[in-house]
């Protein structure tokens, strides 16, 4: 069973960065992925990677600004945000799901972390 536990959120102004991280422990052959939730909206895909870190999918919204990687060996999922804006303000989220193939719905994924706040102020 994957546990999940997500770090370095904070705030910052707009065009900062930020590194999130995410322990998982029991990490084996499954598909990761960080969510992302602002109040009053949905639950979002940020981005997805599958199992080798060979295929990562991201969210248009964040394209170019973010990059999702793993360290298997070190059972760590990481999300590195560049060139931050406003509109990323939210609750973000580290999540797995017990299967190689990787979604970008929310649904698809049974194992979530407690969350770490982002704020970027303009």
């Known amino acids: 069973q994957v546990r999940l536990v997500e770090s370095g959120g904070g705030s910052v102004h707009a065009g900062g960065s930020l590194r999130l991280s995410c322990a998982a422990s029991?990490?084996?052959?499954?598909?990761m992925g960080w969510f992302r939730q602002a109040p009053g909206k949905e639950r979002e895909v940020v981005a997805t990677?599958?199992?080798?870190?060979?295929?990562?999918e991201y969210a248009a919204s964040v394209k170019g600004r973010f990059t999702i990687s793993r360290d298997n060996a070190r059972q760590m999922l990481s999300l590195q945000m560049d060139s931050l804006k406003p509109e990323d303000t939210a609750l973000y989220y580290c999540?797995?799901?017990?299967?190689?193939?990787?979604?970008?719905?929310?649904?698809?994924?049974?194992?979530w972390g407690q969350g770490t706040q982002v704020t970027v102020s303009s």
């Open positions: 029991g990490f084996s052959n499954d598909c």
């Open positions: 999540a797995a799901r017990s299967s190689t193939l990787c979604f970008s719905v929310p649904e698809r994924f049974t194992i």
């Open positions: 990677i599958n199992p080798s870190g060979g295929v990562r």
